[in-house]
């Protein structure tokens, strides 16, 4: 039985494109060329690629990157897109709980929920960190955005539930204080024009549960910060109102 993240992706890669949430995608490219300072021998990965956004946009500007997703159809259209502007990138099939590029990368990206808080188990998701950390160079670098568990425990419960994503999609809320997931159902068309009904949970982390995660895959250096929509920044303290967190670590 396919997870509801697997469902949600199979035909769903143009209606992806059409989300709110990939309209920051310049904004944070410029963010990972200063991390990286500007560095064109640096090579990328791209965990949770998508149908490619941030790849293709990096290399436009003269990076390398390979791109992994779970989902074919994500796959196939970031490889067309890469085709029509004859761009060099190895996008491939991969479950990022499974995979290890043996230290050949100098930089990985995992944003917007690419892969990691939406498995079924804190088991899975650290393993996607641990195979981060064994395919990065020494003194390497994962830059991610994550779910900050800040925003549901400092709201209550019944404000949050009511507020819900701001996707304006989902319904049906259900936050787990005990396990720190939250339950809901999101209605969604696919491609094709087929109406699907998903019953979703994601996974909210606090800063010193990422952190503590982060030191048990091997990461040294972990620096957490606010994240806004297409402006990263190191200025952004990380506070009860951001959604989501930026979170930089160094192998």
């Known amino acids: 039985m396919k997870q509801w993240y697997e469902e949600l992706f199979q035909d769903f890669a143009d209606k992806y494109d059409s ?3 990939t309209t920051g995608t310049m904004g944070e490219v410029d963010f990972i060329e200063k991390e990286i300072n500007f560095n064109k021998e640096a090579l990328i990965l ?3 690629c998508g149908t490619g956004r ?3 946009e990096l290399t436009r500007r003269g990076y390398k990157v390979t791109g992994i997703d779970l989902s074919p159809s994500m796959i196939g259209k970031a490889k067309l897109l890469a085709q029509k502007e004859n761009l060099k990138i190895d996008f ?3 479950d990022a709980r499974d995979f290890n590029f043996g230290e050949s990368f100098d930089l990985a990206i995992m944003l917007c929920e690419g892969a990691f808080p939406l498995m079924e ?3 899975m998701n650290f393993s996607i960190l641990q195979n981060v950390f064994n395919s990065l160079k020494p003194g390497g670098k994962i830059i991610q955005t994550t779910l900050n568990g800040l925003f549901p425990l400092y709201h209550s419960v019944k404000d949050f539930i009511e507020k819900g994503d701001n996707q304006g999609q989902s319904s049906g809320y259900t936050f787990d ?3 720190f997931r939250d339950y809901s159902v999101y209605e969604v068309e696919d491609d094709h024009g087929k109406k699907k009904s998903l019953k979703c949970n994601e996974r909210y982390y606090v800063p010193s549960e990422i952190s503590w995660l982060l030191k048990s895959a091997g990461f040294k250096k972990i620096e957490i910060f606010g994240c806004k929509l297409g402006a990263f920044s190191r200025k952004d303290v990380l506070t009860t109102e951001d959604f989501e967190m930026l979170v930089i670590s160094e192998k």
């Open 46 to 48: 791209d965990i949770g």
């Open 54 to 56: 941030h790849s293709l």
């Open 19 to 21: 989300e709110s949430f």
């Open 177 to 179: 204080l005990m396990t």
């Open 121 to 123: 188990s804190d088991e």
């Open 92 to 94: 491939q099939i991969r």
